[in-house]
């Protein structure tokens, strides 16, 4: 054990997603002085540790025996042991092997400790020039086509920044449901091999990205993220209900331009969005 480890405490550890040296230093620290290193792939990881020199004893928890070694480690823990989490690649738990391990730890009173770093859904966003005030974690999307675009179709009008794990071999046919459910037109980037050599990140209309991506093979292989902007509110929903209401009064006894200049006066809103929903309103006299 070192300094920057506790006895009897749940580190998650984030590892790089490509690049080795973005691993913090915090995280070599914890990840030489733990007890027991949790890893999702323990021949992978250890290749990581030994690039790092680090010798611990590595134990396997991966999706298939999580449940059963996540009740062992907690007994470590509760025996004083301090245990490091760690997965493939990036931030466990975050569409990876880990949630139950943390559940169970929390739920024992033990303490669980981030040892923040690499993460590719937060590399892509801050790179990919989309609005990342509000964005939403889709994870991955349904392998079949159907689910898929069903899952999109329920996504279509959320206004938030969406973001995507995708498979290689899946990334055309994911794009051509994005292009069928979100239109042609909806903005989306592809974040592919971040902080590796082929690092890419491409925005563009989605029929223009499809055809991109099918024009060329090797934007389809390696890892990749998709951020898809969300859908912006058209001028008639900018109105408020106030100026909506205001400008059906106006609308009975004046022109649209007028009636729509004016509604912007009254409620301090922009004429063209009251001007276009006066249109959809039917006004007798444009
Ligand atoms: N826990 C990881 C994280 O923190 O990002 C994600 C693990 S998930 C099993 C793997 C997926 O993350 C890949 O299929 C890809 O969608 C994305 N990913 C991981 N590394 C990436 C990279 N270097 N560039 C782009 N996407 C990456």
Do not use: C, E, H, Y
């Given at each position: 054990m070192n300094e920057a480890v506790e006895a009897g405490v749940l580190y998650v550890v984030a590892t790089p997603i490509g690049n080795?040296?973005?691993?913090s230093q915090r995280a070599l620290a914890v990840l030489g002085g733990v007890d027991l290193i949790a890893a999702e792939d323990t021949r992978h990881s250890g290749r990581l540790l030994q690039h790092y020199h680090i010798e611990r004893q590595i134990l396997a928890l991966h999706e298939h025996n999580e449940r059963q070694r996540a009740a062992e480690v907690v007994t470590r823990l509760q025996q004083g042991q301090s245990v490091a989490l760690i997965s493939d690649?990036?931030?466990?738990?975050?569409?990876?092997?880990?949630y139950h391990l943390v559940r169970l730890a929390r739920e024992a009173g033990i303490k669980v400790v981030p040892v923040p770093g690499p993460n590719a859904m937060i590399a892509a966003l801050s790179a990919a020039?989309?609005?990342?005030?509000r964005f939403i974690f889709e994870g991955f999307l349904p392998s079949k086509s159907a689910a898929r675009q069903k899952r999109l179709q329920a996504l279509a009008d959320e206004p938030r920044t969406l973001i995507f794990y995708e498979a290689p071999h899946r990334l055309l046919e994911t794009l051509g449901d994005m292009v069928a459910?979100?239109?042609?037109?909806r903005h989306v980037v592809l974040a592919r091999e971040l902080s590796k050599t082929f690092e890419t990140i491409k925005g563009a209309p989605a029929g223009e990205l499809l055809a991109w991506v099918g024009g060329d093979?090797?934007?389809?292989k390696g890892e990749m993220v998709l951020l898809v902007k969300g859908r912006e509110a058209t001028d008639s929903e900018e109105v408020s209900a106030e100026a909506r209401r205001i400008l059906k009064i106006l609308l009975d006894e004046l022109p649209l331009s007028q009636a729509s200049a004016l509604a912007a006066k009254i409620?301090?809103?922009?004429k063209k969005p009251l001007y276009q929903l006066g249109l959809t309103l039917g006004s007798g006299n444009p």
């Open positions: 080795r040296a973005d691993i690649a990036g931030t466990p738990l975050i569409s990876d092997p880990g020039g989309l609005p990342s005030d459910v979100f239109g042609a037109q093979p090797d934007q389809q409620t301090g809103s922009k």
